[in-house]
């Protein structure tokens, strides 16, 4: 059941976000609780896993095509279990927000 409810979310879409004006689809929409929940089944946690690596993936290819390097991570020394930890910790004190909000935050304050 939870892999069908996963795959519906990985279907929608979303709205606006504000001054933004930023168009997140799929999984980035679901609330911190709901990824706190999917983490209990692996089949789960590894699409969402996916899912944060290849967001994580996608801002770093802007930021170093924008010219910012300094910004762009290199990856380097991080697992993809480290950035889990860092985002359950995230959702786990900001459950109302969102998926795609706790791996900007990761992404911005480079805390993993």
Excluded: H
Excluded at 66 to 75: F, I, P
Excluded at 95 to 112: G, H, I, K
Aim: aromatic share 12%; hydrophobic share 40%; glycine share 8%.
């Amino acid at each position: 059941m939870k892999v069908f409810v996963l795959i519906l979310t990985l279907l929608s879409f979303s709205q606006l976000y504000g001054k933004e004006r930023l168009w997140t689809i799929g999984v980035g929409l679901l609330d911190c609780g709901e990824f706190l929940e999917y983490q209990t089944y692996e089949v789960d946690r590894n699409a969402l896993d996916s899912w944060i690596a290849g967001y994580i993936s996608g801002l770093n290819r802007a930021m170093f095509d924008a010219g910012n390097q300094k910004r762009a991570l290199t990856g380097e020394g991080r697992s993809l279990p480290a950035i889990r930890r860092t985002v359950v910790n995230y959702c786990s004190e900001n459950p109302l927000s969102t998926l795609r909000a706790a791996v900007d935050d990761l992404y911005l304050n480079f805390r993993f």
